[in-house]
């Protein structure tokens, strides 16, 4: 028999307690959907026998926090690294030993919990504080992902994080529709990104506030982000790093999505022309040279993106960020040299929305 959960305000003790009571009276943990610690969270169990409890083991936290990290491709705040260890020890029969008294039983895995984070040195701790439960966690820098399988170890190889996996869902989903009202923007998503993946609505409000326009109750892209609108600007913009260029006394060469300024043939500086807000990815084909150009629609969602990735923002500070409209300006100067060419693409900085802008 399915059993239908709603667990609100969620806290990580609350999810402990809950998931152990379900298997120690027989139930088998069949999935689990977290939003945000905002939302109720979604579990479905299934009746069935109770097996013989399995050991407690950090590793096994440990391999399901790696995993899920790995999978998302960003940092994510403990309650859903909590979730993705409780998950593993109830598909391990491993949350409650027989011998132990409930309130024992959750210390032991909240003691695993901290443990599997700290004790080996692979998950970074972006917080102003040592408690676990606060700020956020993420995979450090060039850790072995020998352990994560095969699909989440390729997504963070291509860069590609959640809220970038999340931006390109909804603009095909609103290409494919012209028309779409929120609660089928975030039906779509759903299916998409199950379990532990679900999107926050901070999330899709920033995306959808990039890309469209709010019609009534339906959302439509904007007339300059249809595709082969996109495509026409980016040519332009192409057209016009190269005239910049040359006024500059620099030869170009253009690769793909990046044009490169060539002096005695050798690189001095890099472009990355983008459409959208897919920085992460931009960052993989990237280095100290590349400025990265961005339509000025994107600017708040990149600033958002930042705000919810601490290592994003990171890495973004050794990279500048341009819009397409300082770029435009320049050829109108009257002057321009290679001394103040970087006080001008610095003067319309990346910056957040000034409207109102969910945070979840």
Excluded at 165 to 192: C, M, S, W
Excluded at 231 to 250: C, D, P, S, T
Excluded at 326 to 342: A, D, K, V, Y
Aim: net charge negative; glycine share 6%; aromatic share 8%.
């Amino acid at each position: 028999m399915p059993v239908f959960g709603l667990l609100p305000e969620p806290e990580a003790p609350f999810l402990t307690s809950a998931f152990t009571a379900a298997q120690l009276a027989g139930f088998q943990l069949e999935s689990v959907a977290l939003r945000t610690e905002h939302d109720p969270v979604q579990v479905v169990w299934k009746s069935g026998q109770k097996p013989q409890p399995a050991l407690l083991e950090i590793e096994t936290i440990r391999s399901a926090m790696r995993e899920f990290l790995s999978a998302r491709g960003e940092p994510a705040g403990y309650l859903h690294l909590h979730a993705a260890g409780l998950i593993a020890l109830a598909e391990a029969n491993a949350l409650k030993q027989t011998e132990d008294e409930f309130d024992l039983a959750m210390r032991k895995i909240q003691s695993a919990m901290e443990g599997a984070l700290k004790g080996s040195g692979e998950f970074a701790h972006y917080s102003s504080g040592e408690a676990v439960d606060s700020g956020m966690w993420g995979l450090r820098v060039g850790h072995d992902t020998s352990g994560t399988s095969a699909r989440s170890a390729r997504q963070a190889d291509d860069g590609e994080s959640l809220s970038d996996r999340v931006e390109v869902a909804i603009v095909t989903h609103l290409q494919k529709n012209p028309t779409a009202i929120y609660l089928e923007v975030e039906e779509e998503l759903y299916n998409l990104f199950p379990g532990l993946m679900t999107p926050s609505k901070g999330l899709i409000y920033a995306v959808l506030n990039s890309y469209a326009e709010k019609d009534g109750g339906s959302w439509r892209l904007r007339r300059e982000d249809l595709a082969s609108t996109r495509r026409e600007e980016m040519k332009k913009v192409f057209a016009l790093l190269e005239e910049i260029g040359a006024r500059l006394n620099y030869a170009s060469a253009r690769d793909d999505k990046v044009l490169t300024w060539l002096e005695d043939k050798q690189p001095v500086r890099k472009f990355y022309v983008l459409a959208s807000a897919l920085v992460h990815r931009a960052l993989e084909h990237s280095d100290e040279q590349t400025v990265m150009v961005i339509p000025g629609g994107r600017a708040a969602l990149v600033a958002y993106k930042q705000d919810r990735d601490p290592s994003l923002k990171e890495r973004l500070k050794k990279y500048r960020l341009v819009k397409y409209r300082p770029l435009r300006s320049l050829l109108e100067l009257p002057i321009l040299t290679r001394e103040t060419f970087e006080e001008q693409i610095a003067s319309d900085p990346v910056e957040k929305s000034t409207g109102q802008m969910m945070m979840f």
